[in-house]
């Protein structure tokens, strides 16, 4: 935990080195404030989207080689009810809860692993710069449970890959948590906020408990 320093000092300590050094990550770094000044820390810049490809980022991987791809363990992570894992961890039974509409899900077919920060939001936030290693470990972060998460397909193709001033989840109750995840995804990966988007999420955390937002910076 950083300790001694102002709230504006803590993040720029951590977020001082530039997106695309590679060669010698810092150390995680963790850092709690609450929600409303988490946004305001976010740092502005303009969205450029020039060069972006899905294929930039490679995801669904199996990191730890235990047979199961990113998806699948987010499945395992987030089922409400028992599963069963047989062959090549394919998952049948369990349910699971899609926060953004509130629904109940009975086959994991009907879901979609979404990334809170899109990809190309990602790019055009950052992501532009970084090493195809980097991308691959954004697009796969397991790290923290905020990054991922299992929603009814029909939410996750409704967001595509917009931000929070142009998409927000069908669930009023889930506008708050996902401000939060949204802005924490942000700060851990070092990433920019366009002005709209900034505005949208100050607007929305007004509304919302100012509770504390602990982040751990992705190595």
Request: aromatic share 6%; glycine share 6%.
């Amino acid at each position: 935990m950083i300790a001694g320093l102002g709230v504006m000092a803590a993040w720029a300590a951590v977020l001082a080195a530039p997106a695309h050094a590679e060669a010698a990550p810092a150390a995680p770094e963790t850092v709690s404030v609450p929600l409303r000044q988490a946004v305001a820390d976010l740092p502005v810049a303009d969205e450029d989207r020039t060069g972006y490809r899905r294929s930039e980022f490679r995801h669904w991987v199996d990191e730890d080689r235990d047979g199961c791809s990113t998806r699948a363990e987010v499945l395992l992570e987030e089922a409400v009810t028992p599963l069963t894992v047989g062959e090549r961890c394919r998952i049948s039974g369990g349910e699971w809860d899609s926060y953004y509409d509130g629904e109940r899900v009975a086959d994991a077919s009907g879901l979609d692993i979404d990334h809170v920060v899109p990809l190309a939001e990602a790019w055009d936030s950052g992501a532009s710069e970084w090493s195809a290693e980097r991308r691959m470990r954004y697009a796969n972060d397991l790290g923290d449970p905020r990054a991922l998460v299992a929603v009814t397909a029909r939410q996750n193709r409704s967001k595509a890959d917009q931000d929070p001033a142009e998409w927000l989840p069908a669930l009023p109750d889930a506008h708050c948590r996902y401000v939060a995840e949204w802005t924490a995804v942000k700060l851990r990966w070092g990433l920019t906020a366009d002005t709209r988007e900034r505005e949208a999420l100050t607007a929305l955390a007004g509304g919302c408990p100012d509770e504390t937002l602990t982040v751990e910076t992705a190595p």
